[in-house]
């Protein structure tokens, strides 16, 4: 019987489990899916997990447990990311949960966060030429630069979406104040980062970056363990619809998941602000982030 890992990421939009099964190159996948938490809503700029939010993510990881328990999942790696990293209720929460479900939580920094990301994106991409990696998340976004010779430089910043968005107050639809306001305050969160760079192609790790894919092609994300090329006016089109929609027009929109729909526009202000700093010339999406960076080290460098 082949050893079946779960690894759950918990994160600040997005709780996310996956769970695989060993093979000789690596892995299977067995099962697939994401719960909408919205841990950071609420308190994450007042580093706390609020009250509602709490309860939320001790629902779905009782959840998560019983699916790991009815596929007989050996081992379950949890991950908390940046909500659960900067939490002052952060103990309270690890302890409910391990009460409730018997999962440890391991709680990682954003450096170890962005090298379990490019772990498992170089699964499912070639880096032959300077790459930059995005992985748009709620509380944190990790950029990470890696070329033929491995990683170069990594970074993980807290300019999450649910940070910004709970930081101002914005217009439905967002004006252009609203737009030189969110680039402002990210130039300002990442100063120095992107100087003498020299990088055209821009891969987005899962979560938004399969969103933007969706709409682009009208239809769900292929289940692929390689990264898909999608062309950079098509990404920019997507990108300045979704800036300049209003907040009922993404409730309707068919491949806009809920949990994505308030926050949009800010991963699209965001994608096109690093895209405008490095003058990407290509544009890529992998399926593949933490998760199988962990899933990686577990079962392929045997940690």
């Known amino acids: 019987m082949r050893e079946k890992l779960a690894v759950i990421d918990l994160g600040t939009n997005t709780f996310n489990l996956l769970i695989a099964s ?3 190159g690596g892995f299977d996948i067995i099962h697939s899916e994401k719960v909408g938490v919205a841990l950071g809503m609420g308190g994450i700029n007042d580093c706390l997990v609020s009250p509602d939010a709490f309860e939320r993510g001790i629902k779905a990881l009782v959840y998560f447990k019983e699916k790991c328990d009815a596929l007989h999942v050996d081992r379950i790696a949890a991950i908390g ?27 990682i ?5 962005a090298e379990l990301i ?29 070329d033929a010779g491995g990683l170069v430089e990594k970074q993980s910043f807290n300019i999450g979406v649910s940070r910004i968005y ?11 104040e609203d737009i030189v306001r969110v680039r402002e305050w990210l130039e300002e969160k990442t100063e120095g980062f992107f100087k003498g760079m020299v990088c055209r192609a821009l891969i987005g ?13 009208h239809e769900e994300f292929p289940e692929s363990r390689q990264a898909l090329e999608f062309p950079v006016q098509d990404l920019r089109r997507i990108l ?17 998941i809920p949990i994505r729909r308030k926050m949009a526009p800010i991963a699209a202000i965001k994608t096109g602000w690093v895209m405008d700093k490095l003058h990407v010339e290509q544009t890529f999406v992998t399926p593949f982030s933490l998760k ?12």
Request: aromatic share 12%; net charge negative.
């Open 22 to 24: 060993k093979n000789a």
């Open 81 to 107: 990311t940046s909500a659960l990293r900067d939490a002052e209720n952060q103990a309270e929460f690890l302890s409910r949960a391990k009460s409730e479900t018997g999962i440890d939580i391991e709680i």
């Open 109 to 113: 920094s954003g450096d170890r966060e």
């Open 118 to 146: 490019y772990k498992g994106v170089k699964w499912s991409f070639d880096f032959r030429e300077p790459t930059m990696i995005m992985d748009i998340g709620g509380g944190s976004t990790e950029l990470i630069l890696a």
């Open 166 to 176: 709970q930081e101002f107050d914005f217009s439905d639809p967002y004006t252009e």
């Open 205 to 217: 790790a899962s979560g938004s970056f399969e969103t933007f894919y969706e709409m682009i092609h």
């Open 240 to 256: 300045k619809w979704i800036i300049g929609s209003t907040q009922q027009q993404r409730d309707e929109h068919p491949y806009i």
């Open 292 to 303: 199988e960076g962990v899933l990686y080290e577990r079962f392929v460098e045997g940690l």
